[in-house]
């Protein structure tokens, strides 16, 4: 079997999830690392003393040539870093969640992925647990029935970083269904940044699909859970019954015909952790000279939504989807819940005109 070279941009949280799962892969020979701290660079020496440790990426690219590069900097990074790294001899490519910070720098991504027909891998490690694959296959067999209302509470995180893996798994959910519609309100009085991003206090996303299924996701730093101890919930609401479930823990609850008074379902986590199991289906495309682009694809769909929330939110309106067709409304001197004079001009809502 084929040792793939590896090499590592950005060493902290999630480069350290891509170096832990090459080191421990069979498939791969993680030999080089860069990060502009020296901290960082010291710390992933000392973990694994026969890489290479460079200060920019730059140099590593043209110093340790690899078979693939894991891009784990901060998304604003993402692109400028994707694109040199693409333009090197490469077999393979990681691109961290959030692809980038806009769905379009995102889309050009993979546009230069796909032309050179690499495959690429994009760690949204909740889609490959084992409960997550359970719980997708019983509500696609109709479990639940139809698929009605998602609600997700999650404390501790944000729409981009943590709300982005949340929508992408309700898009591959969703299995074809669109969104066509974000709505958000945002509350970021406390200034809070995450993982290279400025990020909101508070915030209430509503998405609404082609087939009238609601997405409810409420994130932030500190969310109250209606399970106390938890720190995500999802409930997944359908015409004949309900999945709930905690994200990254290895168990869900379901209450259906089969079983009436809910049940709790404990599942065995897959021994290789989330990276792993991305990394080895990367080096499987790899030898057989395939590229599969559907993880890549839901990611920047899911990255469209978190894109749309923000603007949603700074906007004051409803994002009606695709984001490209997008362009914000002028400023409106318009204060619901306030008195309505009279006169100043706007829309009879009891003689709604028919909509087109
Ligand atoms: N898939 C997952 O489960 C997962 C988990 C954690 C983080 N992530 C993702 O990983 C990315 C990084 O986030 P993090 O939490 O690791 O952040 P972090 O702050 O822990 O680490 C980022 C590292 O990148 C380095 N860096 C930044 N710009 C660089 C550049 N131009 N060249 C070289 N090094 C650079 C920084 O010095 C830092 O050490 C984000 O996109 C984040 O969403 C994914």
């Known amino acids: 079997m ?24 069979p498939s791969y020979e993680l030999v080089a690392v860069a990060d ?17 440790a460079f200060s920019s990426y730059q140099q590593l690219l043209s110093d340790c040539p690899t078979d693939i590069i894991c891009v784990a900097t901060w998304p604003t990074s993402h692109l400028e870093i994707a ?10 490519i990681l691109v961290e969640k959030p692809m980038a910070e806009t769905a379009v720098n995102g889309r050009q991504i993979l546009n ?29 067999n109709g479990e639940i029935g ?15 970083n943590a709300g982005i893996h949340w929508l992408n798994f309700v898009i591959t ?26 990020v909101e206090t508070e915030a209430v996303t509503y998405v609404q699909f082609e087939s009238g299924m609601r997405v409810v996701m409420h994130t932030g730093d500190y969310i109250r859970i209606a399970e106390p101890g938890r720190d995500t919930l999802f409930r997944l609401i359908g015409t004949q019954g309900s999945i709930d479930f905690y994200a990254w823990q290895s168990c869900y609850s379901m209450q259906n015909a089969q079983f009436p008074n ?24 790899m030898r057989l000279g395939v590229a ?10 899911a990255l469209e939504l978190c894109e749309a929330a923000y603007l949603s939110a700074t906007h004051g309106c409803v994002v009606n989807l695709p984001l490209s067709a997008f362009s914000p409304p002028p400023n409106a001197d318009w204060h619901p819940g306030r008195a309505y004079l009279g006169h100043g001009g706007g829309r009879d809502g009891r003689r709604l005109p028919k909509k087109t």
């Open 36 to 52: 502009l701290s020296l901290e960082a660079r010291a710390a992933a020496s000392a973990r694994y003393p026969n890489i290479n």
């Open 112 to 140: 230069a992925v796909q032309a050179r027909r690499l495959p690429v891998a994009v760690p949204h490690n909740l889609l490959v647990m084992t409960h997550i694959r359970e719980i997708l296959a019983r509500v696609n």
């Open 262 to 285: 809910r049940q709790l379902i404990d599942v065995s986590p897959a021994a290789s952790s989330g990276h792993q199991l991305h990394l080895d289906r990367l080096a499987e495309q």
């Open 292 to 301: 599969d682009y559907t993880v890549a694809e839901s990611s920047l769909a």
């Open 173 to 198: 959910l969703a299995a074809g269904d669109q969104p066509v519609s974000v709505l958000t309100a945002i509350d970021k009085t406390s200034r809070t940044y995450r993982d290279g991003m400025q």
């Open 83 to 92: 694109h040199a790294a693409v333009a090197c001899d490469l077999t393979g």
């Open 146 to 160: 139809d698929l009605r209302l998602v609600e997700i509470e999650c404390s501790g995180w944000d729409i981009i």
């Open 2 to 25: 084929k040792t793939y070279t590896a090499a590592v941009i950005g060493a902290g949280t999630g480069g350290q999830l891509s170096m832990a799962a090459l080191a421990n892969s």
